[in-house]
């Protein structure tokens, strides 16, 4: 099975910028799309960025013009780029491969006003 490791969460000033990056274990398997999602507790898993094979990245609408989702040197490792971060953004990140559900342990991003 795929390990996905996380990392470059933190604790950052509303307004101030954090990269996250996963990388897998192994190459992902073609047709899989691997990106980042996120929850608060108590609420519901959220997707944050999603690339796929093609390089083609998809945002939640929350984070649309404010997170970028780009693959590492290597095609088995993405980072994001999270700018202008908001309070409401803190949240537990994690990676994962889809649609074979395949899933980090998490990185925390918390965000002070």
């Known amino acids: 099975q795929v390990q996905l490791v996380e990392s470059g969460g933190g604790l950052v000033q509303a307004g101030g910028s954090l990269r996250l990056s996963c990388t897998a274990s192994?190459?992902?398997?073609?047709?899989?799309?691997i990106g980042w999602y996120r929850q608060v507790p108590g609420a519901q898993l959220e997707l944050v960025a999603i690339?796929?094979?093609?390089?083609?990245?998809n945002y939640g609408a929350s984070v649309k013009g404010r997170f970028t989702i780009s693959r590492a040197n290597a095609k088995n490792s993405v980072q994001l780029l999270m700018t202008n971060l908001q309070p409401n953004d803190t949240a537990e990140y994690y990676c994962?491969?889809?649609?074979?559900?395949?899933w980090g342990r998490g990185t925390q991003v918390t965000v002070s006003s």
């Open positions: 994962s491969i889809q649609p074979i559900d395949y």
């Open positions: 192994e190459n992902i398997p073609t047709n899989n799309v």
């Open positions: 690339i796929n094979s093609s390089d083609v990245p």
